[in-house]
């Protein structure tokens, strides 16, 4: 078994003083956070077509997604149509897992909504989240306007709603969800960060492909969580 690399070991007085050498770049890159979301808060908006999706009650308005409130974050899960819950979208899969009912109640309180929208058949994506057991809000894309169509998938756009209209704010993609990926974060604070190949690590580092550990025997690794059955 190869032996492991660890950081260096030093007494204590070196270890804080190296941490306080980091603490000063770390306030540094949580001020450039705030300047970019003050810049994100000054962008136009564009007006959004009148377009429905699909939820339980059938065809809705996408202004009724925001369920009467003034915001509504959208996140876009790929989806393989008709394939089994264990071949479905990892990394969709691992962006949801922190996206439970508190998190939702706390973005309500500021009068955010969030949903999920999908390019899948609605009975195959609801399927899908009741099996996860998840709670958020799910809506089917399939036969709305291009104006909701994504490259496949993994987007995360925000709308504002001004009285029966509906204007576009933001949107990002690939890196930019990490928001709604606290794992990420917190793997970034040990010493061995995300384990990823593409980190400046040094050298004798644990390293894989990025994302390669979202799936585990078959499946993504948070449906383990739901079920104990084997993939045949």
């Known amino acids: 078994?190869?032996?492991?690399?660890?950081?260096?070991?030093?007494?204590?007085?070196?270890?804080?003083?190296?941490?306080?050498?980091?603490?000063?770049?770390?306030?540094?890159?949580?001020?450039?956070?705030?300047?970019?979301?003050?810049?994100?808060?000054?962008?136009?908006?564009?007006r959004m077509e009148v377009v429905t999706v699909v939820g339980p009650d059938g065809p809705v308005l996408l202004r009724d997604v925001f369920q009467g409130r003034r915001m509504l974050i959208v996140y876009h899960f790929m989806w393989s149509r008709g394939a089994p819950h264990d071949k479905q979208c990892e990394g969709c899969t691992h962006s949801q897992v922190a996206m439970n009912a508190a998190v939702c109640a706390y973005l309500a309180e500021r009068d955010v909504t969030y949903a999920v929208f999908s390019a899948g058949p609605w009975s195959e994506i609801v399927a899908y989240r009741d099996f996860m057991g998840w709670t958020a809000p799910w809506y089917s894309t399939a036969d709305s306007s291009e104006v909701l169509a994504t490259r496949t998938g993994g987007d995360l756009r925000c709308y504002l709603r001004v009285n029966d209209e509906v204007f576009e704010t933001y949107e990002t993609k690939w890196r930019g969800i990490e928001a709604m990926l606290p794992t990420l974060q917190l793997l970034d604070m040990t010493a061995y960060g995300r384990q990823e190949t593409w980190e400046d690590s040094p050298d004798g580092w644990p390293q894989d492909q990025a994302g390669s550990w979202w799936r585990r025997d078959g499946r993504p690794v948070a449906q383990w969580t739901r079920t104990n059955a084997t993939i045949k």
């Open 1 to 46: 078994m190869k032996e492991l690399v660890i950081p260096k070991i030093v007494d204590r007085d070196e270890w804080e003083r190296a941490r306080a050498e980091l603490l000063v770049r770390e306030k540094m890159h949580t001020r450039a956070g705030d300047e970019i979301a003050a810049v994100r808060r000054r962008l136009p908006m564009t």
